[in-house]
């Protein structure tokens, strides 16, 4: 079992920058893919950004991509997202997600269905 708590969430303005935490829980949490997803109001929760165990591969949304950068540090079994230049369509719930369910492959990063394990959340506010 892994526990996922996010934090470093807030209410920012437009073109400010924020730095999201994802602190997991077990010794094995750095073997795992992880992500982040976010959720607006009304909307399906959708895919952000993803970085595997070694850190070898980040994957981004388009809508990210160039803004936002996902990393971790295994040590503190913690995965970071920095979100820089943030627009007001970046006011979303942001949840971590870790470990791709074994009937699904790594290919998989942008599906939510993929993950066994999910934090509850931090909500970014971006005021325009």
């Known amino acids: 079992q892994v526990q996922l708590v996010e934090s470093g969430g807030g209410l920012v303005q437009a073109g400010d920058s924020l730095r999201l935490s994802c602190a997991a829980s077990g010794r094995t949490s750095s073997r795992y893919m992880m992500a982040w997803f976010r959720q607006a109001p009304g909307k399906e929760r959708e895919f952000v950004a993803a970085?595997?165990?070694?850190?070898?591969?980040?994957y981004y949304s388009d809508s990210v991509k160039g803004r936002f950068t996902i990393s971790r540090d295994n040590a503190k079994n913690t995965v970071y997202l920095q979100m820089d230049s943030l627009k007001s369509e970046d006011t979303a719930l942001y949840y971590c997600?870790?470990?791709?369910?074994?009937?699904?492959?790594?290919?998989?990063?942008?599906?939510?269905?993929?993950?066994?394990?999910w934090g509850q959340g931090t909500q970014v506010t971006v005021s325009s």
């Open positions: 997600g870790a470990r791709i369910r074994a009937d699904f492959s790594y290919s998989d990063y942008g599906r939510r269905e993929a993950y066994a394990y």
């Open positions: 970085i595997s165990p070694s850190s070898l591969s980040t």
